[in-house]
């Protein structure tokens, strides 16, 4: 697996191979089919490795930026940094690959079926202090819309003066729509009478 997902970061789908992959894992094909009988379920199978990496890529980044105060701020700056590691743009890449290969597609419908709990962990542990906002679900998907689309426009043109000002931008925004969808404690109480 580790093998897949490296030559995946290195040479990107095209160049990830049965054959790339069994000679950098030092396996027989054999051994290789016995694992992964076909190219899809091989990428597929990666997915839940990159998802890893991309964990560690936010956590890292949290980490990093610990010493900013504003908790919104640092959550979305950490996706965006994430975005940009080549665990992230490799996972990218298989998705924009499965629009034409249908049997990409499915594997990886599946794999990113059995990853959710793990990104909803990561989610949570980003946004968890607004989870109670009638807004929560749209802020955490738009910011992913976001950072997936920073990655993929930087992979031409990158301006980091022009994705400090999104993220900025993006912030604001997102403290608008929580500050509307924040539960109304009264109607709570009110309702409980």
């Not at 964990?55 to 980044?61: D, G, M, N, T």
């Not at 794999?111 to 906002?133: C, H, I, M, P, Q």
Request: aromatic letters at 4%.
């Amino acid at each position: 697996m580790d093998a897949a997902v490296e030559c995946l970061i290195e040479r990107g789908v095209a160049g990830t191979t049965t054959l790339a992959v069994q000679r950098k894992a030092e396996v027989s094909r054999g051994a290789l089919l016995h694992h992964f009988p076909s190219h899809a379920t091989l990428l597929a199978a990666s997915v839940a490795e990159l998802v890893k990496r991309n964990e560690r890529a936010v956590l890292h980044s949290r980490a990093e930026l610990r010493a900013s105060s504003d908790k919104l701020e640092t959550a979305i700056r950490s996706l965006a940094f994430a975005a940009r590691q080549p665990a992230y743009l490799a996972e990218l890449e298989l998705w924009a690959v499965a629009r034409t290969d249908n049997v990409l597609k499915q594997a990886l419908i599946a794999a990113e079926r059995a990853a959710k709990r793990d990104l909803e962990r990561v989610y949570t542990s980003l946004f968890g202090d607004w989870a109670n906002s009638e807004t929560y679900d749209d802020v955490v998907s738009l910011t992913l819309h976001l950072v997936r689309g920073l990655a993929v426009s930087e992979n031409i043109r990158v301006s980091i003066q022009r994705r400090e000002r999104l993220i900025a931008a993006w912030t604001s925004a997102v403290r608008m729509m929580l500050r509307q969808g924040a539960p109304n404690k009264d109607s709570k109480r009110a309702g409980q009478c």
